[in-house]
T-cell receptor, first 114, second 115 residues
Framework: GQQLNQSPQSMFIQEGEDVSMNCTSS?????WLWYKQDPGEGPVLLIA?????ELTSNGRLTAQFGITRKDSFLNISASIPSDVGIYFC??????????????FGQGTILTVHP | EAGVAQSPRYKIIEKRQSVAFWCNPI?????LYWYQQILGQGPKLLIQ????????DSQLPKDRFSAERLKGVDSTLKIQPAKLEDSAVYLC?????????????FGPGTRLTVT
């Protein structure tokens, strides 16, 4: 089946540092999404990307849709303690499946030390 | 705008018992999803509804799991009988049909523990 691989699996950083994480797919995607999940809560959509090469920002977060269409990147600038959580990439399911069906990566766990 | 509501938030049952979860999506969202999230993993889609019809249930273990969405609004997910491996967080999400269907809004989830 379709797989999304996120890297790194976990990160431990100091407050104020910048963060970079990525996601790769075994097949071409037309859409990439990045979600954040806080403990005990459901994932929250951060950024949606719809075009290869697209670079989109949401406050201190910036995500890019890789030009190969098999990868995406998420950057967080000047991290703060509330950035702690699990970051998931997601994309459409394998071809032939329903519109709206998402496959999620395994997540990158971010810890920010004050 | 109210978000996706789910209840209960937590449930502990013994194996072979049954359990049901409830979800109320964002008003106007025609598509509703149930996901299973096992600890340490990303969410995995179980079933997708569009209005009150099933669009995709290819990953739903139909021998024990069932779901319905009466009147195209609220939905319930049932497990009967539960197994130990069903311990997970069950997430409900909703989205618009067209254009932004991948932009899904999640509820807080129900954490199920099967002992």
């Amino acid at each position: 089946g379709q797989q999304l691989n996120q890297s790194p699996q976990s990160m431990f950083i100091q407050e104020g540092e910048d963060v970079s994480m990525n996601c790769t797919s075994s097949s071409i995607f037309n859409t990439w999404l990045w979600y954040k999940q806080d403990p005990g809560e459901g994932p929250v959509l951060l950024i949606a990307l719809y075009k290869a090469g697209e670079l989109t920002s949401n406050g201190r977060l910036t995500a890019q849709f890789g030009i190969t269409r098999k990868d995406s990147f998420l950057n967080i600038s000047a991290s703060i303690p509330s950035d702690v959580g699990i970051y998931f990439c997601a994309g459409p399911g394998a071809g032939g499946t329903s519109y709206g069906k998402l496959t999620f990566g395994q997540g990158t766990i971010l810890t920010v030390h004050p | 705008e109210a978000g996706v509501a789910q209840s209960p938030r937590y449930k502990i049952i013994e194996k072979r018992q049954s359990v049901a979860f409830w979800c109320n999506p964002i008003s106007g969202h025609a598509t509703l999803y149930w996901y299973q999230q096992i600890l340490g993993q990303g969410p995995k889609l179980l079933i997708q509804f569009q209005n009150n019809g099933v669009v995709d249930d290819s990953q739903l273990p139909k021998d024990r799991f069932s779901a319905e969405r009466l009147k195209g609004v609220d939905s319930t997910l049932k497990i009967q009988p539960a197994k130990l491996e069903d311990s997970a967080v069950y997430l409900c999400a909703s989205s618009l049909i067209r254009g932004r269907a991948y932009e899904q809004y999640f509820g807080p989830g129900t954490r199920l523990t099967v002992t």
